[in-house]
């Protein structure tokens, strides 16, 4: 299990799944407890969860594409700025079945999911 430690010293707590590079120089990583966003030339860590427009907790895959965040999940997938609460999406928005296990960006820039039954691509 890895974990998260922002200081020499400071416990690590959090098992990581996923990690992306977001514009304004954020590290975005998700964990089985929820998404975190962390400013790499300062500020404050924001948590996203369930109460921030997350399927679930438990983050499989995070990508970064148009300035935007995308987020795979048990249960489906959301995408967001990574300033307000998170959009869910689902089968009219390209999620072929029920949880998100994987995401790639193409070159055209367009967002390909991995799920139980197969793969598509996000609208």
């Known amino acids: 299990q890895l974990g998260v430690a922002t200081e020499p010293g400071e416990p690590a707590g959090l098992s990581v799944r996923a990690l992306a590079i977001g514009p304004g120089k954020v590290l975005w990583i998700g964990t089985d407890d929820g998404l975190l966003r962390r400013p790499l ?6 948590d996203f969860g369930i109460n921030r427009g997350l399927i679930s907790n438990r983050i499989n895959d995070i990508a970064v594409a148009n300035n935007l965040v995308y987020v795979a999940m048990d249960g489906g997938a959301a ?5 307000l609460d998170f959009s869910r999406l689902g089968y009219t928005e390209g999620l072929p079945g029920q949880n998100a296990y994987q995401l790639y960006v193409g070159p055209d820039r ?10 598509g691509r996000f609208k």
């Open 41 to 46: 030339e300062g500020g404050q860590d924001v």
């Open 110 to 119: 367009r967002v390909w999911v991995r799920s139980e039954h197969g793969v």
């Open 79 to 83: 995408v967001g700025d990574g300033l």
